[in-house]
């Protein structure tokens, strides 16, 4: 009966083991996430792929079930099924170790998976649920490990004193070593429990700016951006958009977490070389005639044929009417702009001044700012690369000259000044497609923001330089779509694409990558035509 109440009794303990390990991960997990992102956090992106990948029948039962407490049911119910997983691990690691350790493990890559499948996820996202598992780990390792003795102990001196002393020298040693256990596991757990709960409030604070986002109600524009002609569109099939969409808007930042501010936390200081320094809040922008435009946003890190480019819908008030307000002196070349997790960009003050829709953006696409395009306020400059222009989370501005001051990108060997390089692109047919003999469509995108697409020309292998067909021009800010019909004929095949611009320049042809100032060179695809 001692023996039986005994090994019941030792249950409990690798049970606690396990939950104890793995909440101590999960506690790691938050705090990574902290720093990554939101939704890197192992819990959150296992419950986001369940709420994404659950059968509709299912999601429609849990919303009658549980109503607008849909979330917390799911997350209370993951929490029960991860706590009888994590027991099992701690039972499994005390009889057949280091099972234990390896379902913990997995429990660290399924994580892994799930946030790196997060929408606009980076391979940074699989660091908290590593951190999480390797954590996890240890803390059963060890918690487990110092069951073992309590065992051992007694059997060592079974042998040395005989029977009769294994009840009066084994019970005060194992007991001795419960108190440790249980002041350890208790200890971790405790420990656990306040990180976790630290964590999950700075990640509530992201989450109440995303609360915060749904209530902005934009104005109407004063100066509305003016209609996209039907023939902006070309119609090829899986051609690039002309307008993309806010999800599949191309994203680069330095923001490891995304800065959360809500409009009320938000304001604008400008100061510097200025007649008056001021400060603009929320309500008073919004109630700033507001214009909207559409301008092409590109990325100098864009390799010739890629894609950190998009077309949007932006909804602001110019730039230059709060420079007026401001009062720029004499002198004042450079805007340095500043963001709410401290980047800093170098915008020519007469890039901002010169008439352009240069504009301090509350809205893209019909929506308030996505929170990873800068909610709630950012820059967007027709013609300049993002990094000299395009500032998200913006809070602060100075007036002050190229002489004196470098901003971060320049201080890391990209240059100070960032015009768009006039550029075009091959959308389709994708690499490697298959293209049978005859008509194929060759299409894709030019861009020369705010000088203008004048012509685009494609050429087959070594061939002449032939036009393509442009779709109609919608601004000088905006991209531009052509088409070409090439009558394939079979073996392979290399199709290259140039721009012209309005002034008649074309694209230099000579390969120079993104650093310092953007990439040139021609974009190709080689197709095998059947
Ligand atoms: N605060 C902040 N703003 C920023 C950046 C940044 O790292 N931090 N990157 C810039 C760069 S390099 C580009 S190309 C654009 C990209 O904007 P998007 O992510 O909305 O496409 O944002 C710009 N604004
Ligand atoms: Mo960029």
């Not at 959150?44 to 659950?54: L, M």
């Not at 009888?84 to 892994?112: N, S, T």
């Not at 971790?188 to 109600?217: E, F, K, Q």
């Not at 946003?297 to 230059?320: Q, Y």
Request: proline share 6%.
């Amino acid at each position: 009966m001692t023996s039986t109440a005994r090994s019941s009794g030792r249950l409990w303990p690798a049970a606690l083991s396990g939950i104890v390990a793995v909440g101590a991960g999960l506690a790691v997990g938050e705090v990574a996430a902290v720093m990554v992102d939101l939704n890197a956090s192992p819990y959150f992106a296992v419950g986001s792929a369940v709420v994404d990948h659950t059968p509709t029948a299912v999601r429609e039962w849990a919303i009658n079930t549980f109503g607008t407490s849909d979330k917390l049911a799911l997350f209370i119910g993951m929490g029960w099924i991860i706590a009888a997983i994590a027991a099992g691990c701690g039972l499994a690691e005390r009889h057949r170790p280091p099972a234990g350790a390896v379902i913990v493990g997995l429990f660290g890559v399924v994580g892994a998976i799930a946030a790196l499948d997060r929408p606009g996820s980076r391979w940074t996202y699989a660091i908290p649920s590593i951190l999480a598992g390797l954590v996890a780990i240890l803390v059963l390792r060890i918690l487990v490990g110092m069951l073992r003795p309590a065992e051992t102990a007694p059997t060592a001196s079974d042998g040395a004193d005989g029977s009769g002393a294994e009840d009066d020298a084994g019970q005060p040693a194992s007991r001795a070593v419960g108190r440790r256990f249980v002041l350890t596991a208790g200890g971790i757990a405790a420990l656990a429990a306040v990180v976790g709960v630290m964590s999950r409030r700075v990640l509530a604070d992201a989450a109440h700016t995303v609360a915060d986002r749904t209530r902005v109600l934009l104005p109407t524009p004063r100066s509305a951006a003016p209609p996209i002609p039907a023939g902006a569109e070309l119609q090829v099939p899986d051609a690039t958009p002309f307008v993309t969409s806010n999800n599949d808007f191309y994203r680069i930042d330095t923001a490891l977490q995304v800065p959360s501010l809500t409009t009320q936390e938000w304001s604008l200081r400008i100061h510097g070389m200025v007649d008056d320094e001021i400060r603009i809040g929320w309500d008073e922008l919004l109630a700033m005639p507001m214009t909207e435009r559409l301008v092409t946003l590109t990325c100098v890190s864009n390799e010739i044929g890629g894609d950190l480019i998009g077309n949007a819908r932006w909804l602001g008030v110019p730039m230059k009417t709060l420079l007026d307000r401001a009062g720029v002196r004499p002198g004042a070349d450079m805007l340095l702009s500043t963001s709410a997790d401290g980047w800093t960009c170098g915008t020519p003050v007469s890039a901002v001044t010169d008439g352009r829709d240069a504009l301090l953006v509350v809205g893209m696409n019909g929506e308030p700012l996505p929170v990873e395009h800068g909610y709630p306020v950012r820059q967007v400059v027709p013609g300049l690369y993002g990094y000299v222009s395009a500032t998200k989370w913006v809070t602060d501005w100075e007036l002050t000259t190229f002489s004196d001051v470098q901003a971060y990108w320049t201080t890391r060997g990209w240059s100070a000044l960032g015009p768009i390089k006039l550029a075009s692109r091959i959308d389709r047919p994708a690499s490697g497609a298959d293209v049978e003999r005859g008509e194929v469509i060759v299409a894709g995108t030019a861009w020369a923001q705010h000088t203008g697409v004048g012509a685009v020309e494609v050429r087959i292998d070594d061939g002449v330089w032939e036009r393509a067909e442009l779709a109609t021009e919608y601004s000088l800010d905006t991209w531009r779509q052509w088409r070409f019909t090439w009558v394939a004929t079979p073996g392979d095949h290399t199709v290259y694409c140039r721009a012209i611009d309005r002034r008649g320049r074309a694209q230099v042809e000579t390969y120079a990558s993104p650093i310092p100032d953007g990439a040139t060179g021609l974009d190709s695809r080689t197709y095998q035509v059947s």
